[in-house]
């Protein structure tokens, strides 16, 4: 099967990147070996060793799996509160600004 895969990254500033792809835009933030995604189907922390080809990643999604969950296909309610709520996503968003914030406010000082 094939397919058709477009992916650009623009670099913001060192060690902040934009990702533009046809599933979404993503913000990553880090240095070569550890960095955090954040995007549309959620966060994606991953930690390597550079050159190795080893590496973890961990995701934290927006969904909540409730669709592949059993008793969803029984017939039972769905189970409440596993939605991420507004506070959450902002509390995300607000997460990421202040890491950017820092990130700049570290460039600045570096090229003064």
């Known amino acids: 099967m094939a397919y058709l895969r477009l992916f650009r990254r623009v670099r913001l500033l ?3 990147s934009l990702n533009l792809s046809t599933r979404g835009p993503s913000l990553s933030l880090g240095v070569r070996g550890a960095h955090l995604t954040v995007g549309r189907s959620g966060i994606r922390r991953t930690v390597g060793l ?3 080809g080893l ?3 961990a995701r ?3 969904h909540s799996g409730i669709h592949s969950a059993r008793e ?3 017939g039972a309610p769905a189970p ?3 939605q991420p709520t507004g506070s ?4 995300g968003v607000l997460v990421v600004l202040a890491v950017l914030g820092i990130i700049v406010g570290l460039v ?3 090229w003064h």
């Not at 959450?88 to 509390?91: A, E, F, I, M, T």
Request: charged share 10%.
């Open 88 to 91: 959450d996503v902002l509390l």
């Open 14 to 16: 060192p060690g902040v």
């Open 55 to 57: 590496f973890f990643t």
């Open 80 to 82: 409440q509160g596993t």
């Open 60 to 62: 934290d999604g927006w």
């Open 108 to 110: 600045a000082i570096v």
């Open 50 to 52: 550079p050159g190795t």
């Open 72 to 74: 969803f296909h029984e």
